[in-house]
C-alpha cells in the first residue's frame, strides 16, 4: 500500500486530505452510503471465510459472495453454497445465470437464506461463462436481463442489483451502456455496479480482462450524470484510498477487488474514511485476536486450517517480517502439525524474526 498521506484536521481528529467531504457524495443521490464501499466478487477468493476475515476489519464495506450459478444452486448442495456467518452483513449474493425463472428460483432461495441483497453477474467475461450464455454477453441483450432482474424483484423483497461492463469486444460507444442501464432499469434495478472496461470476449483470459481493456471511468460518472435517480458504483484498476475517495465525487459508490485480497489492511481503514467510524482493528495482531476463535471454530467443524488462513497470507505485506508470516502459514507442516493453533505459531515466528532483525541493527550499529 502507498505511504499513509498527510493529515489534516477536521474537527478534532485526523483525517486524509484527499477524503472528501461526505456531503458531495451524499449530494449524488437518496441511497447514498449503501454501496459506498463494496468489496467485489472474486472467483476462488470470496468464499466465507474472506468475508468473515474482511468483516473484521471493516463493519460498514459491503461484502459479495463469488458467482454462484444458478445450476450449482438449485441443483448442487446449496446449504454450503449459501452457507455465511452473520457477522458477515451487509452481504450480497451474486447470482450467474440468464433463465428468469431460474434466477427467481436462485434469489428466492438466497434471501431465505439472509442475503441482503441479490446481484446479477453480466460482466465475467470467462469462456465457461460464454459457453453458459451470461455473464458479460448478456449486455448483448438487455430486454433479456430486464426481464431476469423483474422475475428476481418478484420474487424477492431484498434490492436486486446489476453488476456489469461498459462495453463488449470492441464495442465502445456510450450509447451502448446508456442503452442497457436505461432498459434494465425499466425493471426495477437501481443500483448498477459497472466494471469501467470493455469485456474482450475473445483472445484474453478473466486475468487479462481485467487489466488489458482501458480503463475509462468517466463513463460510469456520465452514468451517473444521465441517470440522477439510480446509484452507481465504479469498480476496475482501484488500487488506493485516495483515488478511490476522488471517485466519490462523481459517482456513489467504490468497489475493490484484489488490493482487499493481496493487502487485506487496508480495509481496516475503509471505516473511518468512507463511513466516519472508527476502525474495527487498531493494528493486525487485534486481526489475529479476532480471527482465532473463528478459526478453533472451523477446525472443529472439519474445515482444513488453510481454508481460513489463506486469506489472511497479505495481512503484513510491506513490512518487515512479511515473507516469514507468510512461509509459515501456507507451509502444509506446519498447517498439519499446529492445526487451529497455526495463527500463533505464526504469530510467534513473526516475533522471533522481529528479534533477529532488531539484534542484526544493534550489531550493525556497534560496529565501528
Not at 457477522?87 to 450467474?96: F, R, T
Not at 442489483?161 to 456510450?174: A, L, Q, W
Amino acid at each position: 500500500m502507498a505511504a499513509k498521506p498527510a493529515q489534516a484536521q477536521d474537527g478534532g481528529r485526523a483525517r486524509p486530505s484527499f477524503a472528501p467531504d461526505i456531503s458531495i457524495s451524499a449530494s449524488l443521490g437518496a441511497n447514498f452510503g449503501a454501496h459506498r464501499f463494496c468489496v467485489a466478487p472474486m472467483l476462488d477468493v470470496s468464499d466465507r471465510h474472506f468475508r468473515y476475515f474482511a468483516r473484521q476489519l471493516t463493519h460498514a464495506a459491503r461484502l459479495y459472495t463469488e458467482m454462484i450459478t444458478t445450476g450449482a444452486l438449485l441443483h448442487g448442495p446449496r446449504e454450503r453454497l449459501l452457507a455465511f456467518d452473520d457477522a458477515e452483513h451487509p452481504v450480497a449474493l451474486q447470482l450467474g445465470g440468464s433463465e428468469p425463472d431460474e434466477l427467481a428460483r436462485a434469489a428466492r432461495l438466497g434471501a431465505a437464506a439472509g442475503y441482503d441483497e441479490i446481484n446479477l453477474n453480466c460482466g465475467c467475461p470467462s469462456p465457461r461463462v460464454q459457453r453458459g450464455a451470461f455473464g458479460a454477453c448478456l449486455m448483448r441483450e438487455p430486454a433479456l436481463v430486464a426481464e431476469c432482474v423483474r422475475a428476481m424483484r418478484d420474487a424477492v423483497s431484498v434490492p436486486v442489483t446489476v453488476k456489469h461492463r461498459i462495453g463488449v469486444d470492441r464495442v465502445e460507444s456510450y450509447e451502448f451502456v446508456r442503452d442497457f442501464v436505461g432498459t434494465v432499469s425499466e425493471a426495477g434495478c437501481e443500483v448498477f455496479v459497472v466494471h469501467a472496461r470493455n469485456a474482450w470476449l475473445d483472445g484474453l483470459s478473466p486475468k487479462e480482462n481485467r487489466t488489458v481493456p482501458p480503463l475509462r471511468r468517466d463513463v460510469v460518472a456520465q452514468l451517473a450524470g444521465d441517470f440522477p435517480s439510480l446509484t452507481f458504483v465504479t469498480n476496475g484498476g482501484l488500487r488506493t484510498h485516495e483515488e478511490s475517495l476522488a471517485q466519490l465525487a462523481r459517482v456513489h459508490g467504490v468497489m475493490i477487488g484484489r488490493e482487499a485480497c493481496e493487502n487485506p489492511w487496508m480495509l481496516a481503514e475503509v471505516d473511518p474514511l468512507y463511513f466516519d467510524r472508527s476502525a474495527p482493528c487498531a493494528a493486525r495482531e487485534e486481526a489475529i485476536d479476532a480471527m482465532r476463535p473463528y478459526l478453533r471454530r472451523q477446525v472443529e467443524a472439519g474445515e482444513p486450517p488453510r481454508a481460513i488462513v489463506r486469506h489472511m497470507l497479505g495481512l503484513f505485506n510491506g513490512l518487515p517480517g512479511a515473507r516469514m508470516w507468510r512461509r509459515t502459514l501456507s507451509d502444509p507442516a506446519a498447517l498439519d502439525r499446529h492445526g487451529a493453533d497455526v495463527l500463533d505459531y505464526a504469530r510467534a515466528a513473526l516475533s522471533r524474526a522481529a528479534a533477529r532483525r532488531d539484534e542484526r541493527d544493534e550489531r550493525t550499529a556497534r560496529s565501528p
